[in-house]
């Protein structure tokens, strides 16, 4: 039998450590290359053959061209990044009201009408009820705002008004 048999106690904890070091800085560098090549196609204030340029100086060379890149375009990396962040989550935003809508805006008018007849249903009280209404001619409506309900909830402590019947 000269066969040489490994067990696990052949590779040191150091070895290990020094492997996983390895693979993470492996793994950051990527996410770091794909982050600059993301953000040369990203920025508008580049013309196309800058972004052709930093694009090839970037893949050619990639240690030298990403720091670089970083050290001369790195400032606004951030900028663009939540630049980019807001106007996503203003789209989000957009479609979610538009959704919401089912596609029609709700008028003042209708707005009016459902609070006079939550009204005469006993629903709200006229102090309610007026100060809905400057809310929805002031155009600050419940289609307007964002989170409001269609009435203005009754004051804090006391039990909602129900209609006696």
Same mark, same amino acid.
Request: aromatic share 12%; hydrophobic share 45%; net charge neutral.
């Given at each position: 039998m000269s066969a040489q048999t490994?067990?696990?106690y052949d590779y040191p904890v150091l070895g290990f450590f020094w492997s996983m070091l390895v693979l993470f800085l492996w793994i950051m560098w990527f996410i770091l290359l794909f982050r600059v090549i993301v953000d040369i196609f990203r920025d508008d204030d580049l013309g196309g053959w800058a972004k052709a340029g930093w694009t090839i100086f970037v893949c050619v060379l990639p240690f030298l061209g990403?720091?670089?890149y970083l050290i001369a375009r @790195?400032? @606004?990396m951030g900028r663009r990044e939540l630049e980019q962040a807001r106007a996503q989550q203003r789209a989000v935003d957009d479609y979610i009201r538009e959704t919401a809508l089912g596609g029609a805006g709700v008028s003042k008018a209708d707005e009016l009408a459902k609070l006079a007849e939550?009204?005469?249903r006993g629903d709200i009280t006229e102090e309610e009820f007026g100060r809905a209404k400057a809310l929805v001619l002031a155009g600050q409506g419940p289609s307007e705002r964002t989170g409001a309900t269609a009435s203005t909830s009754a004051p804090t @402590?006391?039990?909602p008004s129900t209609p006696a019947r």
């Amino acid at each position: 039998m000269s066969a040489q048999t490994y067990l696990a106690y052949d590779y040191p904890v150091l070895g290990f450590f020094w492997s996983m070091l390895v693979l993470f800085l492996w793994i950051m560098w990527f996410i770091l290359l794909f982050r600059v090549i993301v953000d040369i196609f990203r920025d508008d204030d580049l013309g196309g053959w800058a972004k052709a340029g930093w694009t090839i100086f970037v893949c050619v060379l990639p240690f030298l061209g990403v720091f670089v890149y970083l050290i001369a375009r @790195g400032k @606004g990396m951030g900028r663009r990044e939540l630049e980019q962040a807001r106007a996503q989550q203003r789209a989000v935003d957009d479609y979610i009201r538009e959704t919401a809508l089912g596609g029609a805006g709700v008028s003042k008018a209708d707005e009016l009408a459902k609070l006079a007849e939550m009204r005469s249903r006993g629903d709200i009280t006229e102090e309610e009820f007026g100060r809905a209404k400057a809310l929805v001619l002031a155009g600050q409506g419940p289609s307007e705002r964002t989170g409001a309900t269609a009435s203005t909830s009754a004051p804090t @402590g006391s039990a909602p008004s129900t209609p006696a019947r």
